[in-house]
């Protein structure tokens, strides 16, 4: 199957401070992107979903002003949590979504960024 | 509106146990498409089968078989003599057709405990 890749895995961060979570598309180009939000035992939450070269399209209830999202590339997009505050720590996935032909669209999923803000 | 059911939230199992997670979905689309995801402990959620709509044929993959029942708007998932390594969480989703945003729906998972 399609690998998708995240960087950070982890990440530990002071209150205040910004950080930035990219995903990657290794073997396939993804015009969309989505990004999502994990609470420990829930399931997933999506935040917003990326497009290359245009806006991101947010869910509701999601800050776009305090979740930054940058789909730069086909391979490439990129989370940015600014001014980071302790509410915010969890288990952020993205997935890329592979178009396929013949409908085998099919969404593949990072292995996740695990963030703890102090 | 979509919506998955995953009505079990936790199963546990003896290992070589047969069990079978329940998915149960609505939509008014009359082309979708159905997956279901593992999510081991480490996080990774790790695609395991799509299924058009329009294919209501069941598949076999191993231990792993999916029964698509469009009738009853079911997906079940069986895993047939369960191993340790399959304690996971999974994830039923449903997407409407290509070309309309394409958001995964995800019910709230089931939990499977496999024990020796």
């Known amino acids: 199957g399609a690998v998708v890749s995240q960087h950070p895995s982890w990440v530990i961060c002071k209150s205040g401070t910004s950080v930035k979570i990219e995903c990657r598309s290794l073997d396939f180009q993804a015009t969309t992107m989505f990004w999502y939000r994990q609470f420990p035992k829930q399931s997933l939450m999506l935040m917003a979903t990326?497009?290359?070269?245009?806006?991101?399209?947010?869910e509701q209830g999601v800050e776009k002003d305090k979740f930054l999202i940058n789909h730069a590339s086909l391979t490439l997009s990129t989370l940015t949590v600014t001014s980071a505050h302790p509410e915010d720590s969890s288990f952020y996935i993205c997935?890329?979504?592979?178009?396929?032909?013949?409908?085998?669209?099919?969404?593949?999923f990072g292995p996740g960024t695990r963030l703890l803000v102090l | 509106a979509q919506k998955v059911t995953q009505a079990q939230t936790e199963i546990s199992v003896v290992e070589k146990e047969d069990v079978t997670l329940d998915c149960v979905y609505e939509t008014r689309d009359t082309t979708y498409y159905l997956f279901w995801y593992k999510q081991p402990p480490s996080g990774e959620l790790v695609f395991l089968i799509r299924r058009n709509s329009f294919d209501e044929q069941n598949e076999i993959s191993g231990r792993y078989s999916w029964n698509f029942q469009k009738s009853t708007s079911s997906f079940n998932f069986t895993i047939t003599a369960s191993q340790v390594v399959d304690s996971a969480v999974y994830f039923c989703a449903l997407t409407p057709p290509l070309g309309t945003a394409s958001k995964l729906t995800f019910g709230t998972g089931t939990r499977l405990q496999v024990t020796l």
């Open positions: 990326s497009n290359e070269g245009s806006k991101a399209t947010y």
């Open positions: 997935s890329a979504r592979d178009a396929g032909t013949g409908g085998r669209e099919t969404q593949y």
